[in-house]
């Protein structure tokens, strides 16, 4: 999921019953002199013994009291029912903002405050009272009242939402605020949560050399923070923000041993909600060749092994049934250890199991080729359609039965596929959609966070582009790649795919336009793909190759007998 896919939490919502609320702010200013690019005030936690975030160098913040409802009436901006709507909170917005005032002021001494009359106030006179709040002997509402101050909340901008994952002993629910900070007052560590202070531009405090102990939400944080010059750039892109995600990290297993925290934005996260919901840490964050993924009580996947370029970790073959009875979803590359580790996991599901079909999505050869030696071994028929044009393709494919598209086979009670054709990526391709399941088998007609390539002449832009509208009629919850993991959001990641192709579409028109003269395709390439790297620039021009054919297909666009292109105004 990319950032984006981060989920919007309801209207209402209330933090979790085993997380504690929390706030903690990012004081932003423009270098010590005020000229100087963006800086951040971190701290260095306490070494503490069994916490996650002992020593670790975070922003300043703490758990929300419940006498900080108290200082309502003391603050000085929004009212609590406007923060209550901009957090999306059932309640007890306003909260939220005082105890980012009453934290920052404990721990690193910042004050955002106003005195109740007029004239300056000393703000480091104050300091013996920070034990006091940090105590719980005085409250911030007694605190003000004993001062005459306000707390001025007007610069607070509402940055992020993060909830800690699932499974682990403390969890939080933290709101991040960005500020200015306030002029003409020095930051001074309480020496109690706070050990050290920095001030530091968000890439030094990301430079290894650092050696910071960085939590992921602060790593994220900083590295959105780097893309901003000056403090008023970050502000303004928070205050721009219609709605702010919630972010929730998750765990699991990495491949090279122990946990890995993943964020939504990355690959194995949707996948990793689905098979642990509750935090058990016990599902993987990595594909590895030859291991048997249960997905589902009916799907299992077993990757092969051939990573690369094209391929990703290797191509996904899946085994979908119930009891004893198993049909194979792209048998992969004939790689007799790939066909035996099928073999061995058909058998793995019972004493009687046994493998009944083989589907193919299409024949590139990458997931084809195993079907005949795959067929061998089991006896199992094989179900897929011939390309319509032979090159680059898999010669040795010949199916027992050529599948047109609409069919559906019952491979057990309750566990239904139906073929969809879906040309494009290539003129035979096959989508299977479990419809107990709703989730689509996809091959390589929708990849995970990338494009296919669409080679003509058996790729087809305009059949790609049809195909992936029609399924936008499907009833789809899941997709189940050939390379990579399960997708969440279907619909909406077949709607990016639409408006990705058709904004790469719009850059061909433009670089049609621009042309004096009928253009190869290749001198078109550096301009539509220039977000592309150059190393891929030739299979760019494949894809580019089939743009203009569907242009030329649309009238829009025409070539002359030396295959050169021009734009038909």
């Known amino acids: 999921m990319s950032a984006a896919s981060a989920p919007l939490p309801a209207a209402g919502y209330r933090p979790p019953p085993d997380a504690r609320a929390a706030a903690s702010v990012l004081f932003l200013r423009d270098g010590e002199s005020g000229r100087g690019p963006l800086e ?26 419940a006498r900080d409802r108290e200082a309502h009436a003391f603050c000085v901006g929004p009212s609590d029912a406007e923060v209550t709507a901009r957090l999306g909170l059932a309640e007890g917005g306003l909260d939220y903002l005082v105890a980012a005032a009453r934290e920052a002021f404990e721990e690193v001494g910042l004050l955002l405050a106003l005195p109740a009359g007029d004239g300056p106030h000393d703000h480091e006179a104050l300091f013996p009272w920070r034990a006091r709040l ?33 499974g682990v002993p403390k969890r939080f629910d933290t709101r991040f605020f960005a500020t200015r900070a306030p002029a003409g007052q020095r930051a001074v560590a309480d020496l109690g949560e706070a050990l050290e202070l920095m001030w530091l531009a968000p890439a030094a405090a990301l430079d290894p050399a650092r050696e910071l102990k960085l939590l992921p939400v602060t790593r994220r944080t900083l590295q959105e923070l780097a893309r901003h010059r000056d403090a008023e750039g970050a502000l303004a892109e928070a205050r ?12 699991a297993f990495a491949a090279k041993g122990g946990l890995r925290i993943v964020l939504p934005d990355e690959l194995p996260y949707a996948e990793i909600g689905r098979l642990d919901p509750e935090g058990r840490a016990d599902v993987h964050a990595d594909i590895v060749a030859g291991r048997a993924v249960r997905l589902s009580p009916h799907v299992i996947r077993v990757t092969a092994p051939n990573p690369g370029p ?18 194979c979803i792209d048998p992969g590359p004939a790689i007799d250890a790939h066909v035996r580790r099928l073999v061995e996991v058909v058998r793995e599901q019972g004493a009687a199991a046994r493998l009944e ?11 084809s080729p195993a079907a005949a030696p795959l067929a061998v071994a089991s ?23 050529e599948l047109g598209g609409g069919e559906r086979l019952v491979l057990a009670p309750g566990v239904t596929l139906r073929a969809i054709h879906t040309p494009g990526h290539a003129s035979n391709h096959l989508c299977y959609l479990l419809e107990e399941e709703k989730t689509l088998f996809t091959g390589d007609h929708v990849m995970q966070g990338s494009t296919v390539v669409i080679n003509p002449p058996d790729g087809d832009m305009a059949a790609y582009l049809h195909a992936l509208e029609a ?12 390379h990579g993991f399960l997708v969440a959001d279907p619909h909406g990641v077949l709607r990016a795919l639409i408006a990705h192709r058709l904004r790469r579409e719009a850059k061909v028109v433009a670089a049609l336009q621009r042309q004096a003269a009928p253009a190869a395709a290749r001198t078109l390439v550096p301009a539509v793909y220039d977000d592309v790297p150059s190393a891929l620039h030739g299979m760019a021009e494949r894809s580019l190759l089939a743009h203009l054919i569907k242009l030329e297909g649309d009238g829009r666009a025409s070539r002359d007998d030396d295959g050169r292109w021009r734009w038909l105004a």
């Open 379 to 401: 006896g199992a028929p094989v179900l897929g359609r011939r390309a319509a044009f032979p090159e680059w393709q898999d010669e040795s494919f010949a199916p027992t039965q």
């Open 40 to 65: 951040v005030l971190m701290l260095r936690r306490a070494e503490r013994e069994g916490d996650l975030r002992s020593g670790a160098a975070v922003f300043p913040g703490g758990v929300l009291d």
């Open 357 to 367: 079909r083989i589907l193919v999505t299409h024949t590139h050869r990458d997931h």
């Open 240 to 251: 721009a923000r219609a709605q702010v995600p919630l972010t929730m990290p998750r765990r």
């Open 134 to 166: 940090n105590d719980g002997e005085v409250s911030i509402a007694e605190f003000c009242a004993a001062h005459r101050l306000k707390l001025d909340l007007t610069g607070l901008v509402y940055y992020s939402h993060w909830l800690t994952p699932p």
């Open 310 to 327: 094209m391929t990703g970790p290797g191509t996904n073959s899946y085994l979908v049934g119930a009891g004893d009875t198993w049909t």
């Open 471 to 482: 399924l936008l009629g499907e009833d789809l919850e899941w997709l189940a790649p050939g």
